[in-house]
T-cell receptor, first 113, second 115 residues
Framework: NAGVTQTPKFQVLKTGQSMTLQCAQDMNHEYMSWYRQDPGMGLRLIHY???????DQGEVPNGYNVSRSTTEDFPLRLLSAAPSQTSVYFC????????????FGPGTRLTVT | AQSVSQHNHHVILSEAASLELGCNYS??????LFWYVQYPGQHLQLLLKYFSGDPLVKGIKGFEAEFIKSKFSFNLRKPSVQWSDTAEYFC?????????????FGKGTKLSVKP
């Protein structure tokens, strides 16, 4: 198993550009989530999904969209990037919500200039 | 909503000193508790976890944590730190039922160990 994979590893965007951060898992996990990590703020939940076709907002959803058309993939879209979205983004998956183990991807470092 | 508080933003210790990092959570129901570690330039790794049973849990690299339900605490300890323990440590909690099943993190404690 590859586990949780994220692409790209690094990305630089200009303000106003759009992009999609990719996340995929091959463990048939129902639950997937996106976090952003900022210095002094820990990891904050952006969006999560409890299964294909079901998504919901986390703590900091503004400026981000998600969809879950398959169990394996959970892309995060930035429609109009802002400097405040400069961060490291982590995707995670687990067998279900409240599961006793979450599997994290390696992260995507995004810089918006 | 659940929340997790980590008391120390940055802890600086000399090698061989003892470590205790504080963590308190806000939710009063059944919880699962975690400590994660992030070494410089790397992604998160699970250090240890508590689900039920013995409130003293042992993790990797000599770390342990004690769950004290009455204090809503899950403090991380290590008797003697090494330079290689320099990292950022995150306490996290998840529970059951709707959005409470999401993993919620504290803001992290940066540990610097002086050789």
């Amino acid at each position: 198993n590859a586990g949780v994979t994220q692409t790209p590893k690094f990305q630089v965007l200009k303000t106003g550009q759009s992009m999609t951060l990719q996340c995929a898992q091959d463990m048939n996990h129902e639950y997937m989530s996106w976090y952003r990590q900022d210095p002094g703020m820990g990891l904050r939940l952006i969006h999560y999904s409890v299964g294909a076709g079901i998504t919901d907002q986390g703590e900091v959803p503004n400026g981000y969209n998600v969809s879950r058309s398959t169990t394996e993939d959970f892309p995060l879209r930035l429609l109009s990037a802002a400097p405040s979205q400069t961060s490291v983004y982590f995707c995670a998956s687990s067998p279900g919500q409240g599961a006793r183990r979450q599997y994290f991807g390696p992260g995507t470092r995004l810089t918006v200039t | 909503a659940q929340s997790v508080s980590q008391h120390n933003h940055h802890v600086i210790l000399s090698e061989a000193a003892s470590l205790e990092l504080g963590c308190n959570y806000s939710y009063g129901g059944t919880v699962n508790l975690f400590w994660y570690v992030q070494y410089p330039g790397q992604h998160l790794q699970l250090l240890l976890k508590y689900f039920s049973g013995d409130p003293l849990v042992k993790g990797i690299k000599g770390f342990e944590a004690e769950f004290i339900k009455s204090k809503f605490s899950f403090n991380l300890r290590k008797p003697s730190v090494q330079w290689s323990d320099t990292a950022e440590y995150f306490c996290a909690v998840t529970s059951y039922g709707g959005s409470q099943g999401n993993l919620i993190f504290g803001k992290g404690t940066k540990l610097s160990v002086k050789p």
